[in-house]
């Protein structure tokens, strides 16, 4: 088992061309580094995901978290990469139009939404048609990133309007105003509600909900080809899949 | 020499690319734009009224600095510098906490009156104010400590008051460092993005400033970001060049 992954391990570092490569003979997968762009709500669970990576295959995952219109202007102005994890689908088209990407996208994980509120929700909220009653701060996701734009088909399919205080250009500005106590609720991914602790998610029913699509791909302009489909295919493994279950996510 | 053009450039550069990659045909549609007029309008707003906040409570808090020494100067002026070298969005954290609805002082105005400042137009002035002002108050400061003491005693030895002495002989003589002081200051509260758009949000014709529409722009569309910031830029140079003649003329 060992010689074999020596010789797998080998075999990777000839072919990526790593002159200065050591597998060290402890049968490790030689050393590599790893960029990530990833939308910024998947931060929680890609921290975890590269840990369990770097014991399985010894490669060291930085990462970019941002909302994914940042990672997608980042990208198209030349910023180097490997992986870009997308938080819609219609983004990572995007990539691809601009000839970012290499090879087909995968979607790996699912995420629906769900109304943060204060801890204990002290208001009463219970369903989307409650943010539209007067006297409540209600704080959503600029309709310019996914999350927003989820969050304004949820309520055109409930049939509520609402007039949010501010239109955050982060999702995690949404959680971070509901957590201060400042908004008494917002729309956000079940995954930050879940990972976050500090807020209660009130779940909106699957015929208002929508279901965001996460797909991941190999970036075009990728040093380290190998271990970006390493990554992907850690992502998309079960002990990946299981890790991301854990944060919110629902598995692809 | 070398240096000096060195730093030029790097000023300049930036400015040069962000001119040569405009889309100019995207700057007249965006200056027509309803959303930009009402960026820029409440842009200006919150600068200039940001910059009356600081006049008033500024020069009174320079006047404070100046006369006094040791100790209790260092830690007043490191507290009025503090927003100086603040990251912006700390800054905007550090209002939440204190004038945010569960803050020190927003937290009884909310249960008292039921007052919410966060994501208002208030709340834009004050995190502009906030992050502002300490320009303001540094430039007063060094403008009184350059001041020579003579002309006010002289003033004083002929009977006029505290008061009379400050506006008749101080005011005036403070007039270029104020003016200075005021301008740096509506200058960076007109530039202000991290404080505001964590403390106010972002509202568009509330509390969305030029810099966050920009920034919201940039995601979707970015030559209408580029084309905005071109209008802030042009709109900035104005008026300082306008202000520098007027006011600030060589010495």
């Known amino acids: 088992m060992i010689r074999w992954l020596a010789t797998i391990s080998l075999l990777i570092a000839a072919g990526c061309g790593g002159s200065h490569m050591d597998t060290g003979g402890n049968g490790m997968p030689a050393p590599s580094n790893l960029t990530v762009f990833a939308a910024a709500s998947l931060q929680p669970a890609f921290d975890k995901v590269a840990t369990q990576f770097k014991t399985q295959d010894n490669i060291t995952t930085t990462f970019n978290y941002a909302g994914t219109q940042t990672l997608i202007s980042q990208l198209t102005q030349g910023a180097q990469a490997d992986v870009f994890a997308s938080a819609d689908v219609a983004h990572m088209t995007t990539a691809q139009n601009g000839g970012l990407i290499a090879g087909t996208p995968q979607v790996f994980v699912h995420n629906r939404l769900e109304i943060a509120v204060e801890k204990g929700n002290p208001r009463g909220i219970h369903a989307l048609a409650d943010l539209a009653r007067p006297g409540l701060t209600i704080v959503l996701a600029d309709p310019s990133v996914p999350a927003g734009r989820y969050a304004q088909q949820a309520l055109a399919k409930a049939g509520v309007t609402v007039h949010p205080a501010s239109l955050e250009p982060q999702v995690t500005g949404v959680l971070s105003k509901v957590t201060l106590g400042e908004a008494d609720a917002g729309i956000v991914y079940v995954s930050d509600i879940v990972t976050s602790g500090k807020v209660d998610g009130i779940a909106i029913p699957d015929s208002q909900n929508v279901i965001a699509d996460y797909p991941i791909a190999r970036l075009s302009g990728a040093q380290n080809k190998t271990g970006a489909d390493a990554f992907i295919k850690y992502v998309l493994s079960s002990q990946g899949q299981a890790i991301l279950a854990g944060a919110g996510f629902e598995r692809a | 020499m070398v240096l000096a053009a060195v730093g030029l450039l790097l000023f300049l550069l ?150 009379k002495v400050f506006a008749r002989v101080t005011l005036p003589l403070l007039r270029p460092a104020i003016f200075s002081g005021a301008v740096l200051c509506w200058a960076r509260a007109l530039g202000e993005f991290g404080a505001t758009i964590t403390f106010a949000g972002n509202l568009p014709g509330r509390t969305q400033t030029i810099p966050l529409a920009v920034y919201v722009a940039l995601e979707t569309r970015p030559d209408g970001a580029i084309a905005l910031s071109l209008i802030l830029l042009a709109v900035s140079l104005a008026i300082l060049i306008g202000l520098r003649d007027r006011w600030l003329g060589a010495p």
């Open chain 2, 14 to 163: 930036p400015l040069a690319g962000l001119v040569a990659r405009a889309p100019w045909d995207q700057v007249g549609p965006a200056l027509v734009a309803p959303e930009t007029a009402t960026a820029l309008g409440l842009s200006l707003f919150c600068s200039v009224t940001a910059t009356a906040v600081a006049l008033i409570l500024g020069i009174p808090l320079a006047l404070v600095l100046a006369r006094t020494t040791g100790t209790v100067r260092a830690v007043l002026r490191a507290l009025t510098t503090l927003p100086m070298v603040l990251p912006p969005v700390v800054g905007g954290v550090a209002l939440f906490l204190a004038f945010g609805r569960r803050g020190l002082v927003g937290g009884p105005l909310h249960n008292a009156f039921g007052i919410q400042i966060t994501f208002t137009t208030a709340a834009a002035v004050i995190a502009e104010t906030f992050v502002a002002m300490p320009f303001l108050v540094i430039a007063v400061e060094g403008g009184l400590r350059a001041l020579d003491p003579r002309y006010e005693e002289a003033a004083r030895a002929l009977g006029a008051g505290g008061w």
